[in-house]
Structures are given as C-alpha cells and as structure tokens.
C-alpha cells in the first residue's frame, strides 16, 4: 500500500473507531440495542440484534428551508428523555386482530444547532445561506424499540416567529451489512405503465439479489426485506425496513441507492402527477415526520408477525358505525369477466352467485356508470340486499394527473362530488368504494387518500384503493379503511401467462414475507377456473393446483377478500374446495411463521377465533416433504389436511407433527 493511501486508510480507520456511540435505548428483553451519536456535527445510529451488528453507523437528519439539520449540530445529551411506550387495541382489520399488547422503550435525543459561522465572504463571517442563524433546539429524534422492532421520526421544532418548514430531503440512512441478499420490489419510472398511471407499486421483487442496484434507477418501494446469510443458520438476520404513520403532513417515501448496502430515504420523483406538485413536504411547526420502522430475527418469523405499522399511530377519527360487521368474503366479476362483465345481469348474476356462497359482498367493477346507470345500481342494490349481499362501487381517482379513461371518473378527486355522491350510495345502501389510478406519493395524493377515508366515514362507507400507494398504518389510522393492492395483484394473472407461470414463486411464496405484513392486501386471488376467461377454456392458464388456491386464502390477509370465483365452479369445481371457500375467515387473531424462504416456499399459521389454518405453498422444483410440527395443534386431535388435490381427516400425531406433501406449483392446507 502506497503511504499516502495507507494514512489515507489510518485515518478512516480512527473516524470510524471514534464513532464510539453508546447504546441509548434497548428492547425490552434487551436483545436489541441502538446506538446514537453525534460525530463531528452529525447524527449517526446503528443498531445491534443479539450482539451482531443489523444497522451499520448510518446518518440521519432533515434538510429544510430552515437550515440543513444533518451537520452542524450538537446533541443536548442532558435534555434527552427515556421512557416507556406501551399499550393494548383491538382491531379486527388485522392480522393480530384481538386484544393486542404492544411495549416499546424510548429516547428522544434533541438536537441544536451549532451557530459557528462557516462561510466567509469578503473577509467576514457570514452564517450559511437558507441557515436561520438560530442556536437554539432545532429537531428530536424519537426512537422506540420493541422486542422485534426499532422506530425512529423527528421532530421539527418551532424557531422564533417560523412555525411553517419546508422539508426538501430526508437523510434517513440504513446501511445493511454489505453480504445482506434482499428481496425488495424497484420503484417504477413516473407517468409509465397503463394509461401513464405509474407508480403504483406494481413491480416484481428482486429474489435474494445482492445489494448494489438501485432498481432501474429509481431505488424500491416499501417494504424492503434483506437477508444477512451466515455460515452459522442460528445468526442469520433478517431486516425488514419500512414506514408507517404517513398521512397528508408528508409524503410517501421510498429506499435509494444500496452502494455496499447504504441505502437512504427518497421522496417523490418530480414526474409523478405528470409533474404537477412538488417531491417536498410542507410541514407545520412543530411537526413529526412519519416512522422509520427496522423490524429484526434470525428467521423470518419476526417479520412475518410484527405489528409495528400499526403500533405506533392512532385513529385519526372515531368510526361512525361499526365496519367490522362487514368484513368477509366477497365477488367480483371483472377479474374473469372484464369490462364487459359489468353490466346488470351478469352483476345479478354474480350476486345470487355470492349469496349461494354465503359472502358478504360483491364489489362492481369500471364502467357501471355508463354500462349500467345510477338507477339501476340502486336496483342492484336493493336486490344484493335481498340477498344479504352489500355492493362495492369503483371509481377513477383522476383527476388530472394520468390517462386512465375508465368512469366514473372526476368524482373522488372533489369534495364537494364525492360527498355528494358519498351521500346517494349511503340512501342507496352501498357497502364500500374501490378508487383506482392514484398518481405517485407527492404531498397531494397523500392528502387526497386521507380526505376521501375521511368524507367516507361521514357516510359509512368504506374503501379499498387500487393503483395505489402502500398503506402505513392506515387501518389503525383510518377505521373505514379496509385494504390496498399496492402490489402485482390477481389482474396481471388474466393479463399474462408469464405471470401464470411464476405465480406461486412471485405472489404466493413473496408477499406474505414482504408487502402483507405490513398492510392489508387486496390482492383480489383464489381464482378455481382453469383459465382466466369467462367460458374457462382459453386465455391466461393457472398453473397453480386449487390448493394452493385455498392456501393463499389464508397466506393473504385482508378483512374484505373479493376472491376470483365465477359462477360456474359451483359445478366445475371440486366440491372440497368450495366448501373451503364458504368458510374460510377473513378476520384473523393471531399469526404465526412455521417455515419457508420468499420466492421458494411459505408454511404459516392464522388464528381466527379458536381455530387454526395452516397453509403452505411450493414455488420450488421439487416437492416439500416435511413432518411439520406445530405446537398450537392438540396431540392425537383429528385435523382436515387439503393436499394432493383432496381433503382427508388425519390425527396429529402424540408429538404434535402432522405429515405434509407440497407438490411444484401446490398447496397445503390444515383446518382443525
Ligand atoms: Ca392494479
């Protein structure tokens, strides 16, 4: 090593042992700790998970049209606060749904501005430009820590007379360990996809790719999963990083970069909303930004049971009637029928269809407007009422801001025309609303999810939104809020038979690793036709079995699941698996990781209720033969075990093991 290099390497070396943070706050149980510091004017946190380092030395800070908080600063260490978090909710959206506890420990650390003067000009001092001189407190950080999650957010505090800021760039920095494999959806290019509505989080994710891509430029949409490998299985990590709490005071973000596995918050691209609006937040003084959310294991079972998202914030406003009555099971006949589909009788059709089910509800999909009228939705209504069945209605978010030609459109982007007709589908007895076509995560679009969750409850309506953001919190936040797809969803399954193909190795052995756990997911799947057509012998062909169908019945979670059926597999079907699909819950209690690794494999549990569902899928080559044990089932119990294309009654053997099979392409499915 030449010399100059070699100093050039001591000296990186002392930075990075002089970065002697100290652990500020730990789990309860102890097993993670996060360490913060101030080096040289700047905040830095890292995290620790049983010793092993998850979060290397990362930075953190705000860059506001105050001043620059991510230099410059010194840390007030005799203001910081520690405390508890804790507290229990019920919330029968979820996937932990009942008498939830939740306890974190806490620090807030404040932080000031250091006044030293840093630019000269003209032989004087001169204070950094847009940097209001002020050397008082600027910004907290607040971190909680639970036994399985680290948060963190800032605060931006008042400064003199300045009680509004502009935040332009958040410097939020989680660098993964630089052998870390991640599974983690890119970002999509503004005013691309169908009728220019992307972003929508629609992408593929990555399958254990190493770090060092950025996406195709853009970086990735939460959530983002990384597996730290080691030689020694018991100390593997897995990460999953995300955000939750995000309401119209910010905007939705997304991870860039992963050069060696730094990767750093991003704000919106300046193309969404076909330009329109600005990639930074207006926040009130003082104003908390969203949380940062870290969720850690050695398996993916923390990740796969965490409630963070949803720990950490509040309703925004009381229910007005009780949703959770309406939760269940429901229809819709676009996804084998398309656009034609939504017309009167074939909606009729489908309604006595969802009633022989016994499901709740039947969501009518675009174009009703034209297609089948106002008046006679509220025939439709009435009639699905008759039956015991509620209806959904889609609608166009746009707007302005893409392409998407589909009615009814120009409504949902109004108050005045939503409230308006918000009020007509409450007279008329409509359950929910599906809106679709969102246009990106600018401030705006934020705002625009809030305000229609927000005139829908005045009416006792409920929403699903499509083409869409993730949510962050919402269920807890909203309570008329009932799911997002915010993912490649069931649609891109009639649309391609490469989707067909890769199905259960993208969707079913992916998403519950990845986007359902941190939100309710409308996938709109379980589809028991052969084909993805009407007749059901051409077009896009399943290559799952109906088993796995049953299973991502369970795998996916949402409160309102409008399955893929059609009419006909009540006589094309095998009689088990709609049997299944009668009674399958769609309100869970408690969930539980048993096995798998995404992309290949998932075995898990869901309680609802008293009972247990098992359910497994295989995306592998080869079949999965396992002796599963599972210690929430009872020894020498008689459980149904769905595999191999029926349902067999099998005993739970003295050690609690049940025998499985999944085939490629299969499913498993235990019920007790
Ligand atoms: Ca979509």
């Known amino acids: 090593m030449k010399m100059k290099k070699y100093a050039a390497f001591c000296l990186a070396l002392m930075a990075m042992t002089a970065v002697k943070?100290?652990?500020?706050?730990?789990?309860?149980?102890?097993?993670?700790?996060?360490?913060?510091?101030?080096?040289?004017?700047?905040?830095?946190?890292?995290?620790?998970?049983?010793?092993?380092?998850?979060?290397?030395?990362?930075?953190?800070?705000?860059?506001?049209?105050?001043?620059?908080?991510?230099?410059?600063?010194?840390?007030?260490?005799?203001?910081?606060?520690?405390?508890?978090?804790?507290?229990?909710?019920a919330l029968a959206s979820l996937k932990e749904g009942q008498d939830h506890n939740f306890e974190f420990k806490t620090a807030i650390v404040q932080l000031s501005k250091n006044a030293r003067p840093v630019a000269q000009e003209n032989g004087r001092p001169q204070a950094r430009r847009g940097d209001r001189g002020n050397n008082g407190p600027v910004m907290n950080i607040e971190f909680r820590v639970s036994n399985r999650d680290v948060a963190f957010r800032y605060t931006v505090l008042t400064q003199g007379d300045t009680r509004s800021c502009v935040i332009r760039e958040e410097a939020s920095t989680f660098q993964v360990p630089s052998n870390s494999l991640t599974f983690m959806a890119p970002q999509s290019n503004p005013m691309t996809g169908f009728a220019r509505t992307a972003p929508s989080y629609e992408t593929k994710f990555t399958l254990g790719e190493p770090v060092g891509k950025n996406g195709y430029g853009n970086g990735y949409v939460f959530p983002c999963l990384f597996e730290v490998p080691n030689a020694d299985k018991a100390k593997a990590l897995w990460i999953l990083v995300s955000e939750t709490g995000t309401d119209g005071n910010y905007v939705g973000c997304r991870l860039l970069g992963g050069n060696g596995g730094e990767y750093r918050i991003g704000f919106p691209q300046e193309g969404e909303l076909n330009g329109w609006g600005s990639t930074s937040v207006q926040m009130a003084l003082p104003g908390n930004t969203p949380w940062r959310t870290i969720t850690i294991g050695h398996t993916p079972a923390n990740i796969i049971e965490t409630t963070v998202t949803w720990d950490l914030v509040d309703a925004k406003y009381p229910a007005s009637k009780d949703y959770s009555k309406d939760y269940g099971k429901g229809m819709w006949s676009w996804i084998i029928g398309m656009d034609s589909s939504c017309n009167f009788d074939e909606q009729k059709r489908y309604i006595d269809f969802a009633a022989a089910m016994g499901y709740r509800s039947l969501l009518v999909d675009a174009l009703w407007d034209v297609q089948i009228g106002r008046e006679r939705i509220a025939e439709l209504s009435r009639y699905a009422q008759s039956k015991g069945v509620g209806l959904y209605l889609w609608y166009n978010s746009n707007g302005s801001w893409n392409d998407a030609p589909q009615s009814p459109k120009g409504i949902m982007n109004s108050s005045r025309e939503r409230r308006k007709e918000m009020k007509w589908m409450q007279e008329i007895g409509i359950l929910g609303i599906k809106v679709d076509f969102f246009g990106g995560d600018k401030q705006p679009v934020m705002q625009l999810y809030e305000d229609i969750l927000t005139d829908a409850n005045d009416f006792g309506i409920m929403c699903i939104f499509h083409g869409c953001t993730l949510p962050r919190g919402w269920e807890r936040m909203f309570p008329n809020y009932v799911a997002s797809e915010a993912i490649l969803a069931s649609e891109n399954l009639h649309f391609s038979q490469g989707f067909c193909d890769e199905e259960a190795r993208d969707c079913g052995a992916m998403y519950p690793f990845t986007r359902n756990v941190v939100g309710s997911m409308d996938f709109g799947g379980s589809a028991l036709n052969k084909y993805y057509n009407a007749d059901n012998s051409r077009g896009s062909r399943r290559v799952t079995s109906d088993v796995y169908a049953l299973a991502t019945a369970v795998l996916f979670q949402s409160p309102v699941q409008h399955f893929a059926l059609a009419p006909n597999n009540l006589t094309d079907a095998p009689e088990y698996a709609i049997d299944f699909m009668k009674t399958v819950p769609t309100k869970w209690d408690e969930v539980r990781f048993i096995d798998g690794y995404p992309g290949k494999y998932i075995i898990m549990a869901r309680r609802s209720g008293d009972k247990w569902y098992i359910a497994g899928v295989n995306a592998m080559e080869q079949p999965i033969k396992q002796t599963l044990t599972l210690p929430m089932l009872e020894g020498g119990s008689t459980i149904n075990l769905y595999m191999n294309d029926e349902v067999k009654p099998v005993k739970v053997s003295k050690k609690q093991t049940v025998k499985i099979e999944i085939p490629t392409n299969g499913g498993v499915v235990i019920v007790e």
Do not use: H
């Open 21 to 89: 943070a100290e652990v500020i706050v730990s789990s309860p149980d102890g097993r993670i700790g996060v360490d913060f510091d101030v080096k040289d004017g700047k905040p830095v946190y890292s995290v620790i998970y049983d010793g092993q380092v998850a979060i290397e030395p990362s930075p953190l800070g705000l860059r506001t049209n105050m001043g620059d908080y991510t230099q410059d600063l010194k840390w007030d260490k005799e203001k910081t606060a520690k405390g508890d978090y804790s507290g229990n909710y």
